[in-house]
């Protein structure tokens, strides 16, 4: 059990454009971008509240 390689992942994104069609999938991507972008921030942001706590 190795990690996702080049073959699997072109099965994934055909199997993507199939169900979704080519116009949703630049939507999708996005979409999960943000996601993970916000996600990313509201665990720096986390992490800063919890030093500023400690330092006090």
């Keep these: 059990?190795?990690?996702?390689g080049v073959p699997e992942?072109?099965?994934i994104f055909i199997?993507?454009?199939l169900i979704f069609g080519?116009?949703?999938i630049p939507?999708?991507?996005r979409g999960l971008?943000?996601?993970i972008r916000s996600f990313k921030d509201a665990?720096?942001?986390g992490q800063e509240e919890k030093?500023?706590?400690d330092a006090k």
């Design 1 to 4: 059990m190795g990690s996702i």
């Design 9 to 11: 992942l072109l099965l």
């Design 15 to 17: 199997i993507l454009l």
């Design 22 to 24: 080519g116009k949703r």
């Design 27 to 29: 939507e999708l991507a």
């Design 33 to 35: 971008g943000q996601g």
């Design 43 to 45: 665990l720096h942001d």
């Design 51 to 53: 030093k500023d706590k």
